[in-house]
């Protein structure tokens, strides 16, 4: 019984429950008249997955390296306001409006590896606090809607290939890549080795500091490329479009469901993305049934409960028993070590 319950993966787990989750919600849109399959409602869900997205691909990384990133929907509204206020509706700014938008992204980025890493300070506080510091000046500097996307930019949003959003092509690019970063690259892998065990990986000679700081950098910068994808979809930039859309919460609880653990050091993209699909389909489906907000944020609650608690109890049945020596070392105090 271990046995096979080690063998299955929090991926296969996850990918399950968006199976399931597709299953039930066509059920539940066809018993409301509704086609569940229908490309104006794939649209809306690939469309949320994509926003979504961006931001949990740079949360896993961040998540992985032992760290947290709740200062996320601060930027995405920035990167909206900024970019809005470049372009001005003139199409020969919205170069120099993505560029100014995704550096000042990767500012904030490394404003956050740099105070985890070298004040020591955990990344809960410290993306807390930068997170306040532009929500400050966001709502000291715009009072509304700053800015406006020329029709080029916005087609952005509006273009699709078939029955997908460009935007969902880009974001599955970017999922693509930073699959490749974990696997093939050493930034990869010491990642891992320092959401392990940091003084571990320092021990062996890793300069524990680079690839935290590299986590937040990316994770910044995917969060303003969220935000000027929100510019091109809504044609103004919004200083309140990311706490409005409680990208921080919710790209952590969708990290967490796909099966990455908090603590680091175990996780993957791959399963990030289902989570964030899983959340897409929900928010769908109760959109077609017209629940109650309220109550759709307890059927999340419900969902990331039940999933941390079903990784938690099979990471106990699938931990192999320990014998001889290494009873020994547990025994053994750290000093001894």
């Known amino acids: 019984m271990r046995g096979r319950l080690g063998a299955v993966t929090s991926t296969t787990i996850v990918y399950a429950v ?29 469309t949320t997955t994509s926003i979504l997205g961006f931001i949990a691909i740079g949360q896993t990384l961040v998540i992985l390296g032992g760290s947290l990133d709740l200062s996320v929907p601060f930027v995405v509204s920035l990167a909206s306001v900024v970019g809005g206020g470049i372009m001005a509706g ?8 993505v560029a100014v938008a995704l550096l000042i992204g990767a500012a904030v980025g490394l404003a956050n590896g740099l105070i985890v890493t070298l004040l020591h300070v955990h990344g809960f506080i410290a993306t807390l606090g930068t997170g306040l510091v532009i929500s400050g000046y966001l709502a000291s500097n715009y009072k509304g809607s700053h800015g406006s996307a020329p029709r080029d930019f916005r087609l952005l949003d509006a273009t699709r290939i078939g029955p997908v959003p460009i935007s969902t092509l880009i974001m599955i690019g970017c999922a693509v890549a930073a699959i490749l970063m974990l696997r093939r690259t050493r930034l990869g892998h010491h990642l891992y080795a320092v959401g392990g065990n940091a003084e571990v990986a320092r021990l062996s000679g890793l300069r524990t500091p680079v690839p935290v700081v590299a986590a937040h950098v990316i994770c910044s910068s995917l ?18 479009i990311g706490s409005q859309g409680g990208y921080d919460l919710m790209s952590i609880a969708a990290v967490v469901l796909g099966g990455t ?6 996780g993957n993209i791959a399963g990030t993305l289902a989570g964030v699909a899983i959340f897409a389909v ?3 489906v109760m959109g077609v049934m017209q629940i109650n907000p309220f109550l759709r944020d307890v059927v999340r609650g419900v969902v990331i409960v039940v999933a941390v608690a079903v990784y938690a109890r099979r990471e106990i049945d699938a931990r192999p028993p320990r014998f001889g020596r290494q009873l020994v070392l547990d025994a053994e105090p750290e000093e001894v070590r």
């Open 18 to 46: 968006l199976l399931l989750a597709v299953v039930v919600g066509a059920i539940l849109t066809a018993a409301h008249g509704r086609n569940f399959f229908s490309v104006g409602n794939v649209d809306n869900i690939l």
């Open 90 to 97: 003139d199409p020969g700014n919205i170069v120099p409006a």
């Open 223 to 240: 969060a303003a490329v969220a935000g000027l994808l929100l510019l091109a979809r809504l044609s103004v930039g919004n200083p309140t």
């Open 261 to 266: 653990l908090l603590a680091g050091g175990k």
């Open 282 to 284: 929900i928010d769908n």
